[in-house]
């Protein structure tokens, strides 16, 4: 299974708790094994939007809002508009990096909120109450 893009996910977000919990982010070795593990998931599965749009709230969580963030939002967004995780990551992203994003990347995050509150009102509102 060693072809398993979900397996490559896993490993990426036990990584990722392992920051949580001690792991030195400034260690290139463990940043490294993070990234590979999540350019191999998407590589084994480009057109899945999960895992792009969990590949920019990893990034975020690492505080890595630069292009490769931007361009899994985007992708996201592409390969999977309606699909709920993506549009709630997008929502999240929307209010917490307001004014930090460019104008088109801030107005595609505004879209998929703008889908969510038609789609998924429930779970809008309670992105909605959090930035308010």
């Known amino acids: 299974m060693t072809d398993n893009p979900a397996l490559?996910?896993?490993?990426a977000r036990v990584l990722e708790r392992g920051r949580l919990f001690g792991i030195d982010i400034e260690n290139n070795a463990e940043l490294d094994a993070w990234h590979k593990a999540w350019h191999k998931a998407?590589?084994?599965?480009?057109?899945?939007?999960y895992s792009w749009s969990d590949y920019a709230r990893a990034r975020?969580?690492?505080s890595l809002i630069d292009r490769s963030f931007t361009a899994a939002l985007l992708r996201a967004s592409k390969l999977g508009p309606w699909e709920p995780r993506v549009l709630e990551n997008s929502a999240l992203f929307s209010f917490h990096y307001q004014g930090w994003?460019?104008?088109?990347?801030?107005?595609a995050l505004d879209n998929s909120y703008q889908k969510l509150v038609k789609a998924y009102p429930h779970s809008a509102r309670k992105i909605g109450r959090q930035y308010q």
């Open 8 to 11: 490559y996910v896993l490993k």
């Open 60 to 62: 975020s969580q690492y």
């Open 101 to 107: 994003l460019s104008d088109g990347l801030q107005a």
């Open 42 to 49: 998407i590589v084994l599965r480009p057109a899945w939007p």
